[in-house]
T-cell receptor, first 113, second 110 residues
Framework: ELKVEQNPLFLSMQEGKNYTIYCNYSTTSDRLYWYRQDPGKSLESLFVLLSNGAVKQEGRLMASLDTKARLSTLHITAAVHDLSATYFCSYWGYGGSQGNLIFGKGTKLSVKP | NAGVTQTPKFQVLKTGQSMTLQCAQDMNHNSMYWYRQDPGMGLRLIYY???????DKGEVPNGYNVSRLNKREFSLRLESAAPSQTSVYFC?????????FGPGTRLTVL
């Protein structure tokens, strides 16, 4: 079964703190994506990770990929209120002959002063 | 450069009615996608088109049809709408693995 598990699903943080969101996926893949969605808005692509050991950083967010463990992490450093949003990961999985882009349920992040 | 555009933004249908959701991109991307987003479910892929003239089923294709009219346009049709199709629909296109999403269509089926 193709599936993605994100945890936690809800995260309440204080400004200035660090935290990590985890994304486990079920089948072999070498491409993993992270997105951000603000309430009532569309999705914005944050990171594309294309190989084992890939690490990308943008501002206070850093994403990494371990294809052997089928795990990606999104690390938040010194959180600020502007990072409050829902974060999704997704990956291309193959079941039988067909590929499919599978999303996690999202992690709703709330950063409080 | 408008990116990915979708019409309409909102729509209310009665059960059994049909409609087509339109999507267009002006970025000359080959790949285009249709997703639905339901509360607590994340996004689920309905159909995608890797290039003009080709379409493939995603995770939840039942009850939908698609047309890749040309490189710019990818439409999603509901032939006989059902309440289970109440959702927010997003279109996206891809360049070098980065997806660009449209603003979404909020569809309610009564």
């Amino acid at each position: 079964e193709l599936k993605v598990e994100q945890n936690p699903l809800f995260l309440s943080m204080q400004e200035g703190k660090n935290y990590t969101i985890y994304c486990n996926y079920s089948t072999t893949s070498d491409r993993l994506y992270w997105y951000r969605q603000d309430p009532g808005k569309s999705l914005e692509s944050l990171f594309v990770l294309l190989s084992n050991g890939a690490v990308k950083q943008e501002g206070r967010l850093m994403a990494s990929l371990d294809t052997k463990a089928r795990l990606s992490t999104l690390h938040i450093t010194a959180a600020v209120h502007d990072l409050s949003a829902t974060y999704f990961c997704s990956y291309w999985g193959y079941g039988g002959s067909q590929g499919n882009l599978i999303f996690g349920k999202g992690t709703k992040l709330s950063v409080k002063p | 450069n408008a990116g990915v555009t979708q019409t309409p933004k909102f729509q209310v249908l009665k059960t059994g009615q049909s409609m087509t959701l339109q999507c267009a991109q002006d970025m000359n991307h080959n790949s285009m996608y249709w997703y639905r987003q339901d509360p607590g479910m994340g996004l689920r892929l309905i159909y995608y088109s890797a290039s003009e003239g080709t379409t493939d089923k995603g995770e939840v294709p039942n009850g939908y049809n698609v047309s890749r009219l040309n490189k710019r346009e990818f439409s999603l049709r509901l032939e006989s709408a059902a309440p289970s199709q109440t959702s927010v629909y997003f279109c996206a296109s891809t360049k070098r693995d980065t997806q660009y999403f449209g603003p979404g269509t909020r569809l309610t089926v009564l």
